[in-house]
């Protein structure tokens, strides 16, 4: 074998390995910092079914870990969830009234008549002022007395949709919704726990950390400097992706935009599940 043909050989090799090793590095499961925590959810999912109550007491460390706490026996697991240092944060739906709640029938004076098109059972709020707020507080007593350390806030942004309100007609204004929203998380305070906001920051203050809802095909669609604000201030920001081939992919995505102290829970097409990310 000459001399030339050997080095050929040997630079051949060098390139194969490297580009192995670049394939390796590809394959890794995207991995952000320390803020970055794990995230479960078991309150609600797009297309597949949501984490498990029992997968999550044996997987779930160090996560923010939200559950429907009304929902069945499941404010009963709370502590059990808390055992291994997770956060537990509860749901409810500021801006709707659903008609499988116990409290729906309270409800339903301080709700538009019109079943929302896209979730059956639910009704938007028509108006704040008159009585709707003790009935969200004792919804908030309850989920203080289980133990968990946050109320997640969803539908708190349908008062920005001229679109819904010329089709289901609801009355309460902008400055009465943000009032209305803004006395849920300031009492969320008082009880002692966190206050986490869906989808929206702007309007108000004093939220601890906020949840996005992505697609697939609609990313990013949010505010991004609220969104980049809630991290430069060490708060907690979340992203839920839906119904994704590559969560992996995404995932980086988000942390060239946002850094790598933004958390992440994507529902994976391929698992038909949730699959979680910085688990410890």
Request: hydrophobic share 35%; charged share 25%; net charge negative.
């Amino acid at each position: 074998m000459s001399k030339f043909n050997g080095l050929s050989i040997l630079l051949l090799l060098v390139i194969y390995l490297a580009s192995c090793k670049d394939d390796s590095v590809a394959q890794e499961q995207p991995t952000g910092s320390d803020k970055a925590i794990p995230v479960f959810n078991q309150a609600y999912n797009e297309n597949y079914d949501a984490d498990k109550i029992s997968d999550i007491i044996a997987e779930a460390k160090g996560a923010y870990v939200l559950v429907d706490p009304f929902e069945d026996d499941v404010h009963a697991e709370v502590s059990k969830i808390k055992a291994l240092g997770n956060e537990v944060g509860a749901y409810i739906s500021a801006g709707t009234g659903e008609n499988w709640r116990s409290d729906f029938d309270l409800l339903k004076p301080f709700l538009v008549s019109q079943q929302w098109g896209e979730w059956d059972g639910e009704y938007f709020v028509d108006e704040t002022t008159t009585g709707i707020l003790p009935i969200m507080k004792a919804r908030i007593d309850s989920i203080a007395s289980w133990g968990c350390d946050w109320v997640e806030f969803d539908n708190m942004d349908w008062v920005y949709d001229d679109d819904y309100r010329s089709t289901y007609g609801f009355k309460v204004t902008i400055a009465e919704a943000e009032a209305y929203i803004q006395a849920l998380c300031d009492y969320t305070h008082q009880k002692g726990m966190k206050c986490m906001a869906k989808n929206r920051t702007e309007g108000f203050d004093g939220f601890d950390g906020v949840l996005y809802e992505s697609y697939s095909d609609e990313k990013n669609w949010w505010d991004v400097e609220g969104a980049k604000s809630f991290i430069a201030a060490g708060k907690l920001v979340i992203i839920n992706h839906y119904n994704e081939s590559d969560c992996d992919a995404v995932y980086r995505e988000y942390m060239d935009i946002y850094g790598k102290d933004i958390s992440y829970i994507c529902e994976d097409a391929n698992l038909q599940r949730y699959k979680h990310y910085n688990k410890k």
